[in-house]
């Protein structure tokens, strides 16, 4: 695969960072607007013909299947991309700034799976869903950014971007390692003949995009049917795209990969995930009580979003920070550190998605938990808004010594 190249840093890095915040931002708040709808026609007299559309089927596969199977793998294609970019040559390319946000990212998977893992324990069929309060929404969590303006930082955006992208790749291992069943032998052998050949196309420098999105295809196909979840098939195909452009290029934005994350991510941004959020979000409220709130799925979920990726994050954190295993964010205060920490509990996307990975089929448990992700998602965001809107603006942090967040 390709290594990072000194040489070939692109002159315009921080107007590409710029783009994929503003994307990332207004998409996040497009996403809040859609999620409004969803509920508010899921509670209408259309919610017949919303969830009829939803369960209706198109070549064997629901319309449902295919958002979350189909344009979904457009999705983590753009995740595995950003990974990628970032790794070898953005924000995450060196061990010094991969260390805090790499940490947090720990923090924020670990605390909210042993909440969940708790308030669950007398219920042994909702284990299977220990990962759905682990994830972040970067969308959503930008979104909430971007309303706050230069209240926050720009080393904090920074920082919730590598955050939220590690704890994407934990989310792509998760769905990896415990939401595969039925595995077919024969269609994993030909996924991985596949695979072979993206691979072959990047040893020999094969620049055009069209090669690889043709098997990328074929590939999903193949994975779909293996037993192991069909949007991995993106993520694979996004590994394999070349970082570098050809050796007689100079710039880096003409690589095959700067091309296909710019000419994916707004229809990602502006067409597939609202579609997903549109999709996924609506659930009927009708007989919703106090009651059913503290059931252990929405309770385990809500509190695993709200209380335990706040502790994750800044606990751990604020723990590497002191034991001088990484640096502040420039210019941040202690109170915006802890409001970062409270919009990481914003999981929505890959929350719903894990969710309906973790209780296939089963529509009274989907529905809990999406009111659980719903109930966790706001009051993080709500919570981290607040903060953050009344956090000092301004105190230099003093260069001797690496201390925890002023």
């Given at each position: ?187 994993l052998g030909a996924a991985a ?24 295809a074929i590939l999903w196909f ?39 994350e710019h000419a994916i991510q ?141």
């Amino acid at each position: 695969m390709d290594l990072p190249k000194s040489d070939l840093r692109p002159t315009r890095r921080i107007s590409l960072m710029r783009r994929f915040f503003d994307s990332e931002a207004s998409g996040g708040m497009i996403l809040m607007g859609v999620t409004v709808i969803a509920l508010a026609v899921a509670n209408s007299p259309l919610a017949d013909i919303y969830f009829g559309v939803l369960k209706s089927y198109i070549l064997g596969l629901s319309v449902l299947h295919w958002i979350n199977d189909a344009l979904m793998a457009v999705f983590f294609l753009l995740v595995g991309l950003e990974i990628k970019r970032e790794m070898l040559d953005g924000q995450l390319s060196t061990w010094p700034r991969r260390i805090l946000p790499g940490i947090a990212a720990l923090g924020g998977m670990v605390v909210p799976a042993l909440i969940y893992l708790i308030i669950t324990s007398n219920e042994p069929q909702l284990r299977h869903g220990w990962a759905i309060p682990t994830a972040t929404d970067i969308a959503f969590a930008l979104g909430v950014l971007a309303i706050l303006g230069p209240r926050v930082p720009k080393s904090l955006t920074i920082f919730l971007t590598a955050l939220a992208i590690l704890d994407d790749l934990g989310a792509i291992i998760i769905i990896a390692l415990f939401y595969t069943s039925d595995l077919s032998l024969a269609m994993l052998g030909a996924a991985a003949l596949c695979l072979l050949v993206l691979v072959a196309f990047n040893r020999f420098n094969v620049t055009a995009l069209l090669p690889y999105l043709a098997v990328g295809a074929i590939l999903w196909f193949f994975v779909l049917q293996s037993g192991i979840h069909a949007t991995l098939a993106g993520v694979a195909l996004a590994l394999t795209i070349p970082l570098h452009a050809a050796p007689k290029k100079t710039r880096a934005e003409d690589s095959p990969l700067h091309r296909l994350e710019h000419a994916i991510q707004p229809s990602v941004a502006y067409a597939i995930i609202p579609i997903f959020g549109f999709a996924n979000a609506g659930v009927p409220l009708s007989g919703l009580s106090f009651g059913y709130l503290m059931d252990p799925l929405p309770l385990g979920i809500a509190l695993g979003l709200f209380i335990g990726k706040q502790v994750g994050v800044y606990a751990f954190s604020h723990a590497a920070i002191h034991l001088g295993f990484a640096d502040v964010p420039a210019g941040a205060t202690r109170l915006q550190c802890y409001g970062v920490a409270l919009l990481c509990g914003i999981g929505f996307t890959m929350s719903l998605f894990i969710g309906a990975l973790a209780f296939p089929g089963q529509e009274n448990l989907m529905n809990a938990t999406k009111v659980g992700v719903l109930m966790g998602s706001a009051l993080s965001a709500l919570a981290g808004y607040l903060v953050l809107s009344v956090a000092p603006r301004e105190q230099p942090l003093k260069p001797s010594r690496p201390a925890a967040c002023n």
